[in-house]
């Protein structure tokens, strides 16, 4: 339970300093703060609109120390302020319709990458100098020093508009109506499938070898080496003792990944105008639209926290050293 | 970097031999070197990147060998003049990201305790929040334009070698010289900069290489996104116009694919480089290629890796 707690307490301290960032970014820039992020609203509102949205924002001439409670109990209550490029809804409205298709986007990339990454990486381990282990890492690693939009660029370009063989963009098609109905569920996994790939293709390298590079160790270690001194059967071996231990430091890395591969997925989205997070933020990069900007940066931030937290759950069951400490 | 004078009498002709040795690292180095030449000398080879030379998206001919841009620009020239561009914010960046990294890290391991306690915290805070997305919000706040971009993937991307020097520094901090150095009255700073970092060099070269292929990917990122000069010429906002101009709809692959195949290129090279280098330095990897080495040569084929190093390292 303490593991637990002190994970918790460390991943409520990372919220608090990604919420007092956002704070302090607009005031800490150079020039006025309530200037700059008003500018665009001119025209459009009133002086009185104005003030009230300011005092909404907590951009008042009030000392930090009040403005910044004031923030504070806004994003508490989930009020991240309005947006400028879909004027006049709240930021959160606005996250709130992206946030699932870039939940979808991310999270089957991050899933799919680690289960093939971390199997084949098992296998080119368990046969050493065999043709995966000998090819496909390279092959891998050079796949992933593309910038992973841009392979979707490509992607896009040759399977979507050369071959034709799936949708250009979007999440599912114009005559569809959201349902949960096969049809539907099908359109998408079709818009999802070469976003997806993409991504999976651009990260795949780094779970292999690290997983690779783990169970080597594992398999050199005396207790893999009385596990085949009884003999047992080489697939126990491989699975029960190698595999789940040398999975430890990847599914740690898990963690860590999660917010590498969301970054990733929000130029993916751009390059296949999905209607996530990614194309949100480039509306808002557009249009000097900051409320919204960081109301992105927080809401993925408190994504990869709570996903943080699930992979130490996990981390918590694969390792019963944790486990004993913990009780 | 101050340590680096310890080793540099036998230090450059080493690493260069070391280099040499090593196939992957010597196909890391010239492929390096190629972009290096490129982005130095390659901006006077080719016209002005800006000048409007022909017909909007035209594809490569012999004029144009890459063809033409969404606004009638030479493709080529735009790769060339952005190769410097890019390359320079690489370079910079994974330099300052290990600086700071090193700064935090060795602190951190050198003095232990609170100190320790509460940089670590820093590091794994900023480990945690996602990278990308600070970027983004700490650029739009700044003016565009390369000082920005270094300045904001530095900020964002020196938590991950603070904690791997930190741990280096841990293990250092427990030998005798260092427990010699204490002894004999040097100051924490002269121990950290003159005993400790000296020691880590080869991981601190590796760090650099990596943190540079880190930098060039996000700038490229992050100037896709249009928030770095979108009037400058560089192979981010090179991908950004693409985009911006429909290239893919319009099937003008050109524009697009010979700026990412860049990218690319450079990250495997400073990726080949790097496992080159740690193939050299690493002394489990040595003793086990040693050990096949020896076993060819009398005709037997090793078959599983011989554990040279167990679980106690």
């Given at each position: 339970m303490t593991f637990l707690l002190r994970r918790l307490g460390f991943y409520l301290l990372s919220a608090w300093v990604a919420l007092t960032i956002n704070f302090l970014l607009p005031r800490l820039m150079p020039g006025d703060p309530a200037t700059a992020l008003f500018a665009r609203f001119r025209g459009r509102l009133g002086p009185e609109a104005l003030q009230a949205l300011r005092e909404t924002f907590g951009?008042?001439?009030?000392?930090l120390w009040s403005q910044y409670l004031t923030s504070m109990g806004h994003v508490l209550r989930g009020d991240l302020g309005i947006s400028v490029a879909y004027f006049p809804a709240p930021v959160a409205d606005v996250i709130g319709t992206g946030l699932v298709w870039t939940v979808l986007l991310a999270g089957s990339a991050v899933l799919i990458s680690f289960a093939v990454g971390t199997a084949l990486g098992a296998v080119a381990a368990w046969w050493r100098r065999g043709w995966v282990d000998t090819w496909l890492p390279s092959a891998l690693v050079f796949a992933g020093a593309f910038p992973y939009f841009w392979l979707a660029m490509v992607a896009l370009y040759v399977f979507?508009?050369?071959?034709?063989?799936?949708?250009?963009?979007?999440?599912?098609?114009?005559?569809l109506t959201p349902a949960w109905s096969l049809a539907f569920v099908a359109d998408v996994a079709r818009h999802a499938a070469l976003p997806v790939a993409t991504m999976v293709l651009g990260t795949l390298g780094g779970w292999l070898l690290s997983m690779r590079n783990t169970m080597i160790t594992v398999l050199g270690s005396d207790y893999v080496n009385l596990a085949r001194a009884k003999g047992l059967p080489a697939g126990q071996v491989a699975l029960r003792y190698a595999a789940r231990n040398a999975l430890l430091p990847s599914v740690t890395g898990l963690g860590m990944s999660l917010g590498y591969v969301l970054g990733g997925s929000l130029l993916t989205e751009i390059v296949f105008s999905y209607p996530g997070q990614g194309y949100l933020l480039v509306q808002a990069v557009r249009n000097q639209d900051y409320a919204l900007m960081q109301g992105i940066f927080l809401v993925i931030t408190l994504a990869v926290l709570g996903a943080n937290l699930l992979v130490d759950l996990a981390c918590l069951w694969l390792d019963p050293r944790i486990r004993e400490t913990a009780t | 970097m101050s340590g680096a004078g310890a080793v540099r009498t036998t230090g450059l002709a080493a690493w260069w031999g070391a280099i040499r040795r090593d196939r992957k690292a010597t196909a890391g180095a010239v492929l390096l070197g190629f972009f290096v030449l490129v982005g130095v000398f390659g901006p006077w080879l080719v016209?002005?990147?800006?000048?409007?030379?022909?017909?909007?998206?035209?594809?490569?001919?012999?004029?144009h060998w890459l063809g033409t841009t969404?606004?009638?620009?030479d493709v080529l020239a735009q790769l060339v003049v952005g190769t410097r561009v890019s390359l320079a914010i690489g370079f910079i960046v994974g330099i300052a990201v290990v600086l700071v990294g090193a700064l935090v890290g060795v602190t951190a391991g050198y003095f232990g305790g609170r100190v320790d306690g509460l940089l670590s915290l820093l590091f794994n805070v900023f480990l945690v929040i996602p990278g990308l997305p600070l970027a983004i919000v700490i650029a739009a706040y700044l003016p565009s334009g390369p000082a920005t971009l270094a300045l904001v993937l530095t900020v964002t991307g020196w938590a991950w070698n603070a904690r791997v020097l930190r741990a280096q520094a841990l293990s250092q901090r427990q030998r005798d010289y260092v427990a010699a150095a204490v002894v004999a009255g040097e100051s924490d700073f002269r121990i950290i900069t003159r005993e400790i970092l000296p020691t880590m060099t080869s991981l601190l070269v590796a760090q650099i290489i990596g943190s540079t292929t880190y930098a060039i990917g996000a700038q490229v990122g992050l100037e896709f996104l249009g928030?770095?000069?979108?009037s400058a010429v560089t192979w981010g906002t090179n991908l950004y116009w693409a985009q911006n101009d429909s290239a893919l709809l319009t099937g003008a692959w050109w524009t697009f694919a010979p700026t990412g195949l860049c990218v690319a290129l450079v990250g495997f090279g400073l990726t080949m480089l790097n496992s080159g280098f740690d193939e050299i330095t690493n002394p489990r990897l040595q003793l086990e290629r040693a050990w096949r080495g020896y076993l060819a040569a009398r005709g037997?084929?090793?078959t599983r890796s011989t554990p040279v190093v167990g679980d106690r390292g």
């Open positions: 951009l008042t001439e009030a000392p979507g508009f050369g071959l034709g063989w799936f949708p250009l963009g979007h999440a599912y098609s114009d005559d | 016209g002005d990147p800006h000048a409007l030379v022909g017909i909007p998206l035209q594809p490569p001919s012999a004029e969404g606004q009638g620009q928030l770095g000069d979108v037997h084929k090793a």
